[in-house]
């Protein structure tokens, strides 16, 4: 239990009017990257996606290639870290069930990775890359002691997250997250969005998994690398036209996010 003191001071915190409006820049950051991704997927589907990303770091780095994206970019920095620091002592402060303190917490996390990446490509200008990330950290895993072991855990949570935005999706559960009906548009978009996204996450675990079967980190792919594998399946454009389209379905629910949620 966390004492008065630290209670009152991670309350006032949270309710800070720039916390606020710093996580609602956040989600409409959120929804930026994401029509960024669904683009960047689309000219994957087609052909014309050369040597870009299409993953959030990907979204960033064709932000950060402009004087008005690099603005955004600064903007995003601000945003996803007090996007983190809400997440994180809502998490700290709510008396709901473990489970959904966890994935505040969790999300806060995410938000704060965000962050540091966002600002490194901004005011360092690293080109670093999801994939390559990804592979590192399996790597890693993967040299561990029961590291095989390791992998497959991290593949069968990102499955559960993936069915967890397919559910929330499919059943509207988004909507919860709102403090009001944000209009029939934005439903649309946000049941979409997150099939979409759970979708994606769903091969992403996939290869997580077979990099565990194989114990070969190279297996393990990223956003980018899920993305591109489904334009090698049959019919696989369309496909990835259909996931790209979804993927910036969410962004434009984000952008309503950004206005409506419950925070």
Known sequence: MMSADVEHATRGTNDNPVVEWGARVGFAVVGLMHLLIGWLALKVAWGGGGGENADSTGALQTLAGSATGAVLLWVGVAGFALLSVWNVTEGALRNDDTSDRVK?????????????????IVALGSSSDGEKQTDDVTQV?????????????????????????????????FLEDLREHPGTWAVYAGRAGYVAKGVALLVVGFFFLVAAWQA????????????????????????????????????????????????
Do not use: C, N
Not at 230 to 256: Q, W
């Open 104 to 120: 505040l917490v969790a999300k806060g996390v995410a938000y704060a990775f965000f962050a540091v990446t966002t600002f490194r």
């Open 141 to 173: 895993l993967m040299g561990s002691p029961a590291g095989q072991v390791l992998v497959g855990i991290v593949g069968l949570v990102v499955l559960g997250i993936a069915g967890y935005h397919v559910y929330k999706g499919w059943a509207k559960k």
């Open 216 to 263: 070969d980190a190279d297996e393990a792919k990223g956003l980018d690398g899920a993305l591109k594998s489904l334009k090698d399946m049959t019919a696989g454009p369309l496909v990835l036209t259909v996931v790209a389209v979804g993927i910036a379905a969410y962004g434009v629910y984000s952008f309503a996010r950004a206005r409506y949620a419950r925070l």
